[in-house]
């Protein structure tokens, strides 16, 4: 869950981290020391926990490297990007900063590869799928340190309460079960069609197991108005029109606790983390399903990733620093903490004892970021509102997607 403050908030942080960035990075005094300084974010929902972690690692790299000091700051999501890019116009940006994937387009011009800051064993030591979500060009524009598996979780409560004892694993098993749950007052699935939720975690899934994608192979064109994305949002439809979703979440976005998600009126949901869904339906009432398969498998997951800025004071500093907070012994203590999944092979299963997460884990590999594009973010927003278009019954499928890319078509030049 990303912690929301005010723009104020983000202000006040900005402006203490700008002081030390103006203070450190180039090495001071007469001693040699060289200064790094880091921005992250609350990945470690315990903010004390997460304070505690970032200690601890300066500690052992400073024991190793006592020429080098590392200041991390601890901003809040909201609002990150609008800060990281002010600072970074203004040449007071900070050595290090933890990134995810759509990020990295933007910013891809600040960024100074990782490449050469990272040993060869390390960078084999990635799964496959981690590496091509940090790579632009043919270069690492971060050293992973955690990955995800958005996969679809099912509530067995209500699949008692329906009398099914077998969970879907396709788009053809929910359409079979959605009129069973229905006759008994519940939502197979739910779908949030707002434009205030990404993509990412709602129809693209949908488009990749259909075979489709966000961008032509060029990255010059859209692709998702193709055969594959009218199935993929045919399907949606099916499930709307049906009546086997709550269509009040089309155009809204309440707090989950006020939805039928948490009412433990919904059978299954791919949207929603399990961290949110955990205490409205209990852990033991969660059940993982692999990613929905139609003409491939493949859902949502993150890479979160450190990332050096091309200002950095102190490239040979900021390089070690990264490689020693990423390497395969802390990155699994911040995986562990965070409940996310480690991007390295050596590390092994993380969660083997966990009913829930350890499934998650199982989906690492089929798991993808979505499009490396300057433009995937700003390209969402013309495409949300058509998807719900077409949802609401104001178009057909047809015609929003190829509405959604004539809107496109502008931004991609």
Known sequence: MRVRKSLSA???????????AGCGGSGSGDSGEKTVTMWTYPVIFDEAKHRAHWDETIKAFQAANPDIKVKTEIFPWANRDQALATAIAGNKGPDVVYLIPDQLPKYVRNIEPVDEYLASADKSDYHENVVKSVTIDGKMLGAPILTSAATPICNKKVFAAVGETTYPTSWNDLLTLAPKFK????????????????????????????????FGPDGKSVAFNDDAGKKALTFLKQLVDGGFVDKTLLTNVPPIEQ???AQNKVGCVWHVPVSEIEKFWGKENIQVVPHFTETRQLGYGTVGSLSMLKNAKNKEAAGKWIAFATNAENSKKYDLASGFFS???????????????????????????????????????????????????????????????????????
Do not use: C, M
């Open 10 to 20: 983000v202000a006040v942080a900005l402006v203490a981290a700008l002081a030390v």
């Open 259 to 261: 939805t039928r998600i």
């Open 183 to 214: 006759a008994k007052g519940y939502d197979i699935t739910a779908y949030a069609g707002d434009a205030k939720q990404t993509l990412n975690q709602t129809f693209y899934p949908l488009l990749w197991q259909a075979g489709g994608d966000v």
């Open 343 to 413: 991007p390295r092979k050596s590390t092994g299963t993380l969660y083997a004892d966990d009913p829930v997460l350890g499934e998650q884990e199982k989906q690492v590999g089929n798991s993808t970021v979505g499009p490396l594009h300057e433009k995937a973010r700003d390209l969402q927003g013309v495409l949300s509102p058509e998807i719900q278009a077409a949802l609401l019954g104001k178009k057909s499928v047809e015609q929003a997607l190829d509405d959604a890319a004539k809107a496109a078509a502008p931004l991609l030049g």
